[in-house]
């Protein structure tokens, strides 16, 4: 068994590649989708294909066949499992999908380069990596179709209002002209 080192428990790395295990959708543009595939039935896809993502872990830039394109690493709405077999007949999951890598042309745009709080700022950015749909074509604006949106708290009422209209209640209560009431008993209602 290795032994690990400090400087990989306390997080720090001295130029390393950082190299993450799992498993991503790729999409590309369609122009350039033949070539992986041709490139993954000839079994030579590590000479034509390689990522490099920055520091963020969320862009980068996809070099194919020496022809640069930019990515950005997005959430998906809801999880794809993936599924491999050797003998066409069982199947093994492999992992569960829950993140994309967009590869376009023209480079990404920033986002949240505003003078806001630091903690808009982090819930703009949040919400710029959260993919508004799915895989499929019927999946289309999943997330705001299926998800509902988060409750908002409603303002509660201050004490000094619930006292007025308590009292309210009462005096137009005292001054009703007459009322009735039953008492009904629950074994009745059963049989």
Request: glycine share 4%; proline share 4%; hydrophobic share 30%.
């Amino acid at each position: 068994m290795d032994s690990i080192n400090d400087q990989d428990i306390s997080g720090e790395r001295s130029n390393e590649e950082i190299e993450l295990e799992g498993q991503f959708i790729m999409r590309v543009p369609e122009d350039r989708a033949e070539t992986i595939h041709k490139a993954i039935r000839d079994g030579n896809v590590h000479k034509k294909l390689s990522i490099a993502m920055n520091t963020d872990l969320r862009h980068g830039e996809v070099w194919l066949e020496g022809s640069k394109l930019h990515t950005k690493l997005v959430d998906l709405p809801s999880t794809v499992e993936s599924y491999k077999t050797s003998d066409k007949k069982k199947f093994y999951k492999t992992a569960d999908i829950c993140q994309m890598l967009i590869c376009t042309e023209q480079p990404q745009e920033q986002e949240c380069k505003s003078s806001d709080s630091d903690e808009e700022t982090a819930n703009k950015l949040r919400k710029s990596y959260l993919y508004p749909h799915g895989v499929t074509r019927p999946l289309k604006n999943m997330r705001k179709r299926r998800f509902r949106k988060k409750m908002l708290k409603t303002p509660e009422m201050p004490a000094a209002d619930v006292a007025q209209q308590l009292k309210y209640l009462l005096t137009t209560d005292s001054l009703a002209e007459s009322y009735k009431y039953e008492l009904v008993d629950e074994s009745d209602d059963i049989q």
